[in-house]
């Protein structure tokens, strides 16, 4: 899972993961997310296909908490098969909610309404879609094999929204007579792929066979743990994955928070360790923060130690990978923020509970040496600098998590694993590199 507001790295490590593992599922979320794998200096974007899916042998699964945009989903089928990729592998549950014009439109329509309190959405209708579900006017994935049923249930979705829809009364992806036909169409291209994906994983868990669970967006994202209203609209928090898996909480032996070696976020809200002006710039350049599916500026900022613990702590997180270490070289010191302050002066030890005091908290810092070294070419502990195995330790004591891997790179084998990470069960799953 994200331990942060997600683009963690989350398709890197899960593809790694995924080398030795029988599953990958995707359990919440939707075309909101963008992740990344790069091979052999070949880029992959993923926005709804689990990022297993450069395995051909492995079962692919999108879970029932996931809400899936049919044109999306069928697009990156078509462009996966065009690269070459086996995609027969994977199976979509028959639960899953889908994304359906209106909720795009009506995305658009409530971000343009707040304005200056926009959320900063991805405009991918992922709010509007899980409302509907929440509200039982949602169509599934299952809908779409009947089309008698189909049209029954867009009806009754969109008669309640009749008011908000109204500004795009002659948009002809409202029609409804075309947008039933659009989606027996998808029905069509998907039905082969349709199943009971709870079942099929719980096969495989039956065989003793490892699945990894992969998460979307980060905890601090979270509609529940998050920063609210600035969340997205599931939980990304680990406990998510047996609901929208449909497993349970005992099918889960390790918990993996992935976090970068700073902070970012996309879209507006708090965040208390922000950074400004050139420094800000130079992160953001040589991470290329930059949204996967946006393209917009990432928000960038020092590691917040106080909000990767309260992630720890939300997730019974076993086990840490830290990211783009790489980023930070050259930059001396390193600052990591271990507590907040309050505008009155007070300290907080903890993620406030409160929006007020967290919009207005500012990060106190422990300053750390710096590293002038390249770190991608780096392949153990040992050949890390010394003040980069500083600091990945004063996290790793920080947080109460042991860190099992450290990114230096983008690319797939650009990993180090820790002593830590090579003695965990979920290491029998991944080639070291
Ligand atoms: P996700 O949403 O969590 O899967 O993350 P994204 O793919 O949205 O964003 C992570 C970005 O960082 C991608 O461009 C990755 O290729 C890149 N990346 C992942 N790990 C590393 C790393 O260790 N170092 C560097 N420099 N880039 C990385
Ligand atoms: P991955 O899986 C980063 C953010 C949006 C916005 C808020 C709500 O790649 O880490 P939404 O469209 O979900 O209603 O937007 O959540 N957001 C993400 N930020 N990574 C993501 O996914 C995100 N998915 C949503 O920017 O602030
Ligand atoms: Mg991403």
Same mark, same amino acid.
């Given at each position: 899972m994200g331990a942060q507001w997600g683009d963690e790295g989350k398709g890197k490590v899960t593809d790694m993961l995924a080398e030795r593992a029988h599953a990958v599922v995707r359990f919440q979320g939707g075309t909101n997310a963008g992740h990344t794998i790069v091979r052999n200096g070949e880029t992959w974007t993923l926005r709804l296909m689990p990022s297993g899916i450069l395995h051909p042998d492995k079962l692919c699964v999108i879970g029932n908490g996931v809400v899936i945009d049919p044109r999306v989903l069928t697009d990156e089928l078509d462009e996966l098969r065009r690269r070459g990729v086996d995609t027969r592998a994977l199976r979509v549950s028959a639960n899953a909610h889908l994304i359906m014009p209106y909720h795009m439109l009506l995305d658009h329509a409530g971000e343009a309404k707040l304005g200056k309190l926009a959320i900063g959405t991805t405009r991918s209708g992922i709010g509007p879609c899980y409302a509907d579900k929440a509200a039982r006017l949602g169509i599934r994935v299952q809908d779409l094999l009947d089309e008698k049923i189909l049209k029954k249930k867009i009806v009754a979705a969109i008669d309640p929204k009749r008011l908000s829809l109204r500004p795009y009364a002659r948009d002809p992806v409202l029609d409804l007579q075309s947008m039933t036909e659009q989606y027996l169409l998808y029905g069509h291209v998907l039905e082969p792929f349709i199943a009971d994906t709870s079942r099929l994983v719980l096969e495989r868990l039956d065989r003793d066979e490892v699945v990894v669970f992969e998460g979307a967006q980060g905890v601090l994202l979270d509609i529940d743990h998050g920063t609210y209203p600035f969340v997205t609209s599931s939980n990304p928090v680990a406990g998510s994955a047996c609901i929208g898996a449909g497993v349970g909480p005992k099918d889960i032996d390790e918990v993996w928070g992935i976090s970068k070696a700073y902070q970012t976020r996309v879209g507006s809200g708090p965040f208390p360790t922000e950074l400004e002006g050139p420094l800000a710039d130079a992160i953001r350049d040589t991470g290329g923060e930059y949204g996967t599916v946006t393209g917009r500026p990432r928000r960038v900022g020092w590691l917040d130690l106080v909000a990767l613990r309260y992630a720890a702590r939300l997730n019974s997180m076993t086990a840490l990978a830290i990211t783009k270490l790489d980023v930070l070289r050259g930059l001396d010191p390193i600052h990591v923020c271990t507590s907040y302050r309050g505008s009155e002066g007070a300290q907080f030890d903890h993620f406030p509970y409160h929006q007020t005091v967290l919009h207005h908290v500012a990060g106190e810092y422990e300053q750390l040496p710096g590293f002038d070294e390249e770190l991608s070419g780096c392949r153990? @502990? @040992?050949? &890390? =600098? $010394? !003040? $980069?195995?500083?600091? &990945?330790? #004063? %996290? @790793?004591? #920080? *947080?109460?998590? =042991? %860190? !099992? &891997? *450290?990114? *230096? /790179? =983008? /690319?797939? @084998?650009?990993? %180090?694993?820790t002593e830590a990470g090579r003695g965990m069960a979920g290491s029998t799953a991944a080639t070291p590199a």
């Open positions: 153990s @502990e @040992e050949e &890390l =600098p $010394a !003040a $980069a195995r500083d600091y &990945l330790r #004063f %996290i @790793e004591e #920080f *947080v109460g998590v =042991p %860190i !099992a &891997l *450290v990114g *230096v /790179g =983008p /690319g797939r @084998e650009q990993v %180090i694993w």
